[in-house]
């Protein structure tokens, strides 16, 4: 397939030649095995991969946290035969409870479980970027650690959740990763917000190219699409991402709920009292007065999506939100 990119910047067309010349380079005989999340990054390397014409598929791992319109643009993948779906055999709102802690940036555990299954044995590559990580290493990291345990066996656990995932900055353009047994090339490692942003919105019509959808949500203020609720993002995003798909707040709720039913099955110390508990800490909201306006939003949104429900089109939201069913 020929695509025909638009450029405003010199500097942008850079980007491109070199990111194309690095997939060329590493091309493996068998072909690339393309780590698909269905955000701005991947979508970029996607149009990289066909610009380069190398051999390649999409593997989306399957979150089942993400928002409705990323398993849109993947099922509009998987019917061309591009995207392959990978399951984890797990969920989000099971490992919460069997991990008897919440994710956290510090224990990333549902990176290692959810997402990156797929692709032993393979040459990856991925939408991963520094720039990512540097706006997120400005963050302040508050940590409040009720059930991290200081012994070295748990110290070794936590530096292996944390290796190997998502926008680290200590990640390169080539790597292999012996525990997982994958090389993995990261061709826009470079690439600035301001790369990525200008590619996008000057390419639109390559997705239409495509047969996928443009996600919506980045015209709407969101500079990222992913896991919902994802605690490496802000507070603030977590929270504005809450206000537009409520029932994976609720899902949360209820999965921190049996959380703390099996920590105290379990005989471990628990200050929590229920979901909500958590949940503050969870968003790292101090003050309660603020956290129970946060959730009053919350919770009346996703009524009102609710009793909206049985009479819209969107089926995926319709399905999640009618398999919800806690109190609230
Ligand atoms: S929620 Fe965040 S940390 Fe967890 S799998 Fe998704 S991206 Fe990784």
Known sequence: MQLKIDFETNSIKEMVDISIQRIQQFEPPEGYYVAFSGGKDSIILLILMIMSDVKFHLYHALTGIDPPVIKKIVDQLVKQDLCTIVKSGTTMWKLIPK???????????????????????????????????????????????????????????????????????????????????????????????????????????????????????????????????????????????????????????????????????????????????????WLEIKNKKEFTEVDRMIKQKYLEQKEKAYGNNNKIMDHVIKNCNRKI
């Not at 920590?263 to 471990?268: A, E, G, S, T, V």
């Open 99 to 281: 991990k008897k802690m919440p994710p956290s940036r510090m224990v990333r555990y549902c990176c290692e479980e959810l997402k990156e299954a797929g692709g032993k044995g393979r040459f990856v590559t991925t939408g991963v970027r520094h720039a990512e990580s540097s706006k997120r290493s400005k963050r302040t990291l508050v940590e409040y650690d009720s059930y991290g345990s200081q012994s070295k066996k748990a110290k070794k656990e936590r530096r292996k959740f944390n290796l190997m995932n998502d926008n680290d900055n200590k990640r390169r353009m080539i790597e292999h990763c012996q525990i997982k047994g994958k090389n993995i090339l990261n061709p826009i490692i470079d690439w600035s917000d301001n790369d990525v942003w200008e590619f996008i919105h000057k390419n639109k019509n390559l997705l239409e190219a495509l047969g996928i959808e443009y996600p919506y949500l980045y015209d709407h203020g969101w500079d990222r699409i992913g896991c919902l609720g994802c605690p490496l993002a802000k507070s603030s995003t977590r929270i504005k991402e809450f206000l537009e798909f409520p029932v994976y707040y609720i899902n949360y709720l209820k999965s921190f709920d049996r959380m703390i039913e099996v920590r105290l099955d379990n005989d471990m110390d628990t200050e929590w009292e229920n979901g909500e508990q958590v949940m503050q800490w």
